[in-house]
């Protein structure tokens, strides 16, 4: 299913990890849905990046996690998302590495609702 079509008025943000934005297959469809952010701000490979727009008119944010090094930055990205005031608890996971996000944040994080959005992507 598109992406755009799996984003409703309950959907919080998302969590996207790649290993290169070069090779990531959502990068045009995140860009989009991000009113472009992502190819103004350009995202590195190396850090983190969180971006926010709105979604039915909701605040909606995106944080790229570029490498398996993510887990060191969960503390900081819940941080950052709970003082946004986010009106619900639910999340989307892109994932475009090996290791399975959404598992690990749905046993770390358990007071939030992750939903595995794959988007036939061939890791």
């Known amino acids: 299913m598109e992406l755009s079509k799996v984003l409703s008025p309950d959907i919080s943000g998302l969590f996207w990890f790649t290993t290169t934005l ?21 995202p590195k490979d190396e850090d983190p990046s969180l971006f926010f727009t709105e ?4 605040k909606i944010f995106l ?13 900081r990205a ?15 996971v892109i994932n475009e590495t090996q290791k399975n996000w959404t598992e690990t944040l749905s046993k770390k994080y358990s007071n939030f609702t992750f939903i595995d959005y794959t988007n036939s992507i061939s890791i």
Do not use: V
């Open 22 to 42: 070069k090779e990531s297959s959502c990068f045009n469809n995140l860009d989009y849905i991000f009113d472009g952010l992502l190819s103004l701000n350009n």
């Open 55 to 58: 979604n039915f008119t909701n």
């Open 63 to 75: 944080y790229h996690f570029p490498s398996i090094e993510a887990g060191n930055h969960f503390q």
């Open 78 to 92: 819940f941080e950052i998302i709970s003082k946004n005031n986010l009106e619900t608890r639910k999340f989307i």
